[in-house]
């Protein structure tokens, strides 16, 4: 059935009430906390500096029972390091891994082997280029591989990356058991990631292949990478309080069939970063590749709640006229998404369909925007290569969906977005302005 046009006229009015002293009174919406959780172990403010020298190489395979890296210590990783043969590699709190910018060095972990990269607020562990004036795409990034299912044509494939390995088998990822295990990753900064290669695109901060839903991955920053921030095929996880800062491509893309819920996490971009297209914050697609899709197998399913999704700058409407800012949302069809309670601000539009998706009441059931937070966007939700949207606004529109629609300035929404030693991206309510309609 085709959607019926509707004049919907949405008219909220919020009630207001300031804190008192420096503490500020926020929104149910957006990324939440009682306190700012991107204090300490983030960091926002990236400039050039001498980088210690490296005590450890690490290079070719690491194998044992359980291979720790020692805080003590500084590591170099070189070339492309592969952790295999079931071995857990352990990180501890506060350890620093310098990537080796010449050899584009990457980090993988092998199907069957496990990391245990667990830092701590005020002691994160720090993966980032060897360089001391870094730039985005110096080296390759971490690949987590799982035995989890895809939607991929055979059981299992290969990382198609060009990874340089002596075993094939230490580029094999998927299977059948969803609850495996690849390990924990918590309180981690990655930077300057993504690197650019002939024959096979840019590489991705963290790119997790068939990971289980037994895999822990929370409080992970990720700046400036060439490529995406995360990269999820197939598999399913949890993921909580993620940070994308400045990515050239998508922040978050979520492809081949993965069932993942994400909560309480951040994306930053800047227009000036970014790529010129196929870059938003969230990609939602089933096969980025349809023919290696065998899309009688599971669809992907992205369930997404207190998302804060910006563009950061200075001169917004600037940007957005000369053609620098582009969709937050992208949804291809055959796909699933659910979000609810999150904030888009400053977007070109806010939201755009695959033209491959019919407007009909079956496919818009499979995505939905629930409490919502529209601000500063030119447009809202849209059909690829369409400029008529009225069907669609007036669908999310409808007050059923309790969506909120502003054009408030960044500096009157978030509670302190521009202090970039120590940002605070809640939003807060004492300087929000009831918004009266979607258009």
């Not at 050899?103 to 972990?109: N, P, R």
């Not at 198609?160 to 981690?188: C, Q, R």
């Not at 400036?224 to 993921?239: E, Q």
């Not at 993942?260 to 196929?278: E, F, T, W």
Request: charged share 20%; proline share 3%.
């Amino acid at each position: 059935m085709i959607l019926k046009k509707h004049n919907v006229l949405l008219l909220l009015v919020i009630s207001l009430f300031f804190s008192t002293g420096s503490t500020f009174a926020q929104q149910e919406k957006g990324i939440v906390g009682q306190n700012n959780w991107l204090s300490y172990w983030t960091k926002f403010h990236l400039k050039p500096e001498t980088k210690p020298k490296p005590t450890q190489i690490l290079s070719g395979e690491i194998k044992g029972d359980t291979v720790t890296l020692l805080k003590k210590e500084i590591y170099l990783l070189l070339g492309d390091v592969f952790v295999t043969d079931s071995t857990r590699l352990v990180i501890e709190p506060g350890t620093l891994i310098l990537a080796d910018h010449k050899t584009k060095a990457s980090l993988i972990i092998t199907s069957g082997s496990t990391i245990h990269a667990k830092g701590n607020q005020t002691d994160p562990i720090v993966f980032t280029s060897s360089k001391d004036a870094p730039r985005a795409g110096d080296w390759g990034g971490i690949f987590l591989l799982g035995d989890a299912p895809s939607n991929k044509l055979s059981e299992k494939d290969l990382v198609k990356k060009g990874l340089v390995s002596y075993s094939p088998d230490n580029l094999i990822y998927g299977g059948t058991n969803t609850e495996s295990n690849s390990g924990v990753m918590e309180y981690v900064r990655i930077e300057y990631a993504g690197k650019r290669t002939k024959d096979f695109g840019f590489f991705d901060a963290l790119s997790l292949y068939a990971v289980g839903n037994q895999t822990q991955i929370s409080n992970i920053m990720m700046s400036y990478s060439k490529g995406n921030s995360l990269y999820i095929v197939g598999g399913g996880v949890d993921l909580k309080q993620l940070v994308s800062f400045k990515a050239s491509h998508s922040d978050y893309m979520f492809d081949s069939g993965t069932q993942v819920n994400i909560s309480n996490s951040l994306a930053v971009r800047s227009p000036y970063d970014s790529a010129s297209k196929g870059a938003a914050s969230i990609h939602v697609t089933t096969n980025s590749n349809e023919e290696e899709a065998n899309f009688a197998k599971v669809k992907t399913s992205v369930t997404a709640n207190n998302l804060t999704l910006l563009n950061f700058s200075n001169n917004l409407k600037n940007a957005i006229e000369v053609g620098l800012v582009h969709e937050a949302i992208y949804v291809d069809a055959n796909t699933q998404l659910t979000m609810n309670k999150s904030v888009i601000s400053g977007f070109n539009p806010a939201v755009i369909f695959s033209r491959e998706i019919s407007l009909n009441d079956k496919n818009l059931q499979q995505i939905r925007f629930t409490n919502m937070y529209f601000n500063s966007c030119e447009g809202n939700i849209f059909v690829e290569f369409s400029k008529d949207n009225e069907d669609l606004e007036s669908w999310y529109g409808n007050s059923s969906f309790q969506n909120v629609y502003s054009k408030g300035e960044d500096v009157k929404t978030f509670i302190d977005h521009k202090n970039l030693k120590n940002p605070d991206f809640r939003l807060r309510i004492n300087k929000i302005i009831a918004s009266s309609s979607s258009n």
